[in-house]
């Protein structure tokens, strides 16, 4: 059975359907791909509008990778399409193509008065810059830049750059092989992976020859008026309660990177209902509003749980191993994995699973953390 967020979930409401019934014809890629474009593309033109607190503010801003083979998933025409469709607010969007150093991206917001919408095809060229002097803050800097802060610069003697009212929107893709290549355990452990929003799925079939999008006149307008604190109303606080337990229980039981990807799971499901919200011009969440977006957040989780063991098996072997003995010697460990894993990413391996909390370590002796 094909892995996607097909027509057929809860989360496809009445605008999201338009949407899809305008990209979904011009070529195969997932329906999850259409619809994180949606999301993210809403939340950009809404901006710092409209919020929810949790405790803080939360904005709808995203940081969408679309993941998938290259050039069978078209994860750059889903990209292009979906920006395309926005007719002529295309062009009142500050957009950058490029993103290199946390000057050119802080230049970029002060333009676009704070905010900015940056576009990758593939986003192994922003993430392989990460190792070079001019860019090693690049990562951080996003990591920060998520939570929308009200400024934020860099305040240096000589060419201070201050930008204010911040919001940043990131889409962009990439395929497996290169995210392994290009992101390291510390970089997903540290932030940046549980910020991003990482979206799987399976091709439609295969279009012998590429199909027109049916463009229709969405009523984007309506999301830049858009404005205000929303609020979840009361079966909306119980429907919650009830996802949120749920959700504890499965983190419980999850691999130590699942868990830490997954962290952000809620806030981004509270994201996507400041989006729908907007598009039914209400502040009030309703019980159906966060039920849909939900749905959405568990896809989501899907993903995670896919997309974790092309980062987390050389942890999960080390894990293996400890766990087995309940207490092993740190040398031993490397003595027994050394022939197949290089001895810093073994030494990478027990520092993360001691930050996960699911080791600790007392006189060169690795034991395990007993589960409460």
Same mark, same amino acid.
């Given at each position: ?60 801003? =995203?940081?969408?990778?679309? *993941?998938?083979?290259?050039? $069978? !998933?078209?994860? +750059?025409?889903?990209? /292009?399409?979906?920006?395309? &469709? ?34 990758l095809d593939e986003i192994a060229t922003m993430l392989q810059k990460k190792n070079v002097d001019y860019a090693s803050d690049l990562i951080s800097r996003i990591v920060e830049l998520y939570a929308c802060p009200s ?6 003697? =000589?060419?201070?750059?201050? *930008?204010?009212?911040?919001? $940043? !929107?990131?889409? +962009?893709?990439?395929? /497996?092989?290169?995210?392994? &290549? ?73 691999t130590p990177f699942t868990r830490t990807l997954a962290e952000r799971v809620p806030e981004k499901i509270l994201k996507a209902s400041i989006v729908m919200g907007a598009w039914y011009r209400d502040t009030i969440i309703s019980g159906e509003i966060l039920a849909q977006a939900i749905d959405w ?76």
């Amino acid at each position: 059975m094909a892995f996607d967020y097909d027509l057929n979930r809860v989360g496809w409401f009445g605008a999201a359907q338009d949407f899809a019934s305008i990209l979904m014809p011009a070529s195969n890629y997932p329906a999850s791909y259409v619809y994180a474009m949606f999301m993210a593309l809403s939340g950009h033109l809404i901006g710092r509008n409209a919020y929810l607190r949790y405790p803080t503010r939360l904005y709808p801003n =995203h940081y969408i990778c679309l *993941v998938g083979p290259s050039a $069978l !998933t078209h994860k +750059s025409t889903a990209i /292009t399409l979906a920006i395309e &469709s926005l007719g002529g607010l295309e062009d009142d969007i500050q957009t950058m193509r490029s993103l290199t150093t946390v000057q050119g991206l802080l230049i970029s917001m002060g333009e676009g008065m704070g905010s900015t919408l940056v576009v990758l095809d593939e986003i192994a060229t922003m993430l392989q810059k990460k190792n070079v002097d001019y860019a090693s803050d690049l990562i951080s800097r996003i990591v920060e830049l998520y939570a929308c802060p009200s400024s934020a610069g860099t305040f240096t003697r =000589h060419d201070p750059i201050r *930008v204010t009212d911040t919001f $940043l !929107t990131i889409v +962009s893709g990439s395929t /497996t092989e290169w995210l392994q &290549s290009t992101l390291s355990p510390n970089d997903l452990l540290a932030g940046f992976g549980n910020r991003m929003t990482f979206v799987l799925g399976d091709p439609r079939p295969e279009k012998s020859w590429p199909g027109t999008p049916k463009w229709m006149n969405l009523d984007w307008e309506r999301l830049m008026e858009f404005e205000g604190e929303c609020r979840l109303d009361e079966d909306a606080r119980d429907i919650w309660e009830v996802f949120y337990k749920k959700f504890t229980r499965q983190q419980k039981k999850s691999t130590p990177f699942t868990r830490t990807l997954a962290e952000r799971v809620p806030e981004k499901i509270l994201k996507a209902s400041i989006v729908m919200g907007a598009w039914y011009r209400d502040t009030i969440i309703s019980g159906e509003i966060l039920a849909q977006a939900i749905d959405w957040g568990e896809y989501l989780h899907e993903c995670i749980e896919r997309l974790t063991p092309t980062f987390d098996a050389p942890e999960r072997r080390v894990l293996q191993l400890v766990r087995l003995r309940r207490t092993v010697r740190r040398d031993t460990i490397f003595e027994e994995l050394s022939h197949d894993m290089s001895v810093n990413r073994i030494r990478e391996c027990l520092v993360n699973l001691k930050w996960l909390g699911y080791t600790t370590e007392h006189r060169n002796e690795i034991s395990i953390v007993e589960d409460e």
